[in-house]
């Protein structure tokens, strides 16, 4: 199993809404990653997970909530987003090592009406 | 100076010449190079990473790396009209940390 599966694909939300974004993998990866990538830009790092502890938080809005559960499991709570957080979120993981490369799922194309 | 610097493009190439793609970095003690290709409104596929100095070569597509130059590129051969999509370069900053460029948009004319 080479994949990183994130629900749901699509999500509409309201401002005053409460959604979670959820990611997992099966590759035994003991680093995951919340990207947010805007149209025609490059993906930019929020979080990262380093054996299910938050080892990088980039500033972002408290608004954001990450979660690790277990080791395969990534979680981010949503709550009270502006319609300019809307964006693609992707999620990744990798191996425990400074020279590996991410494996992404196919993110969550994220609307905020 | 930013961290991860591309051409945005658009590169426009016929089909079956080479495709050249470059990227440079900031970051002297970067040891890791990413190239990753993405096709619109999908999410980011590694193609190829490199470590070491020179080239390295997988299908028809080859890194090169060159350190002392801060310099990395992506040749495609043989460009395919399916290889169409944007090219991000990535380099790793260390703590797991990926920072990408802004992508090249590569289009294949048949």
């Known amino acids: 199993d080479t994949e990183v599966t994130q629900t749901p694909k699509h999500l509409v939300m309201g401002m005053t809404n409460k959604k979670s974004l959820k990611c997992e993998q099966h590759?035994?990866?003991?680093?995951m990653y919340w990207y947010k990538q805007k149209a025609k830009k490059p993906p930019e790092l929020m979080f990262v997970y380093s054996y299910e502890k938050l080892s990088i938080n980039e500033s972002v809005p408290s608004r954001f909530s990450p979660e690790c559960p277990n080791s395969s499991l990534l979680n981010l709570h949503l709550h009270a987003l502006q319609p300019e957080d809307s964006a693609l979120y992707l999620c990744a993981s990798s191996q425990e090592a400074q020279g590996d490369g991410y494996t992404f799922g196919s993110g969550t194309r994220l609307t905020v009406v | 100076q930013k961290e991860v610097e591309q051409n945005s493009g658009p590169l426009s190439v016929p089909e079956g010449a080479i495709a050249s793609l470059n990227c440079t970095y900031s970051?002297?003690?970067?040891?890791?190079f990413f190239w990753y290709r993405q096709y619109s409104g999908k999410s980011p596929e590694l193609i190829m990473s490199i470590y070491s100095n020179g080239d390295k070569e997988d299908g028809r597509f080859t890194a090169q790396l060159n350190k002392a130059s801060q310099y990395v590129s992506l040749l495609i051969r043989d460009s395919q009209p399916s290889d169409s999509a944007t090219y991000l370069c990535a380099v790793n900053k260390g703590a797991q940390k990926l920072v990408f460029g802004q992508g090249t948009r590569l289009t294949i004319n048949p």
């Open positions: 590759m035994g990866h003991r680093a």
């Open positions: 970051d002297r003690g970067s040891q890791s």
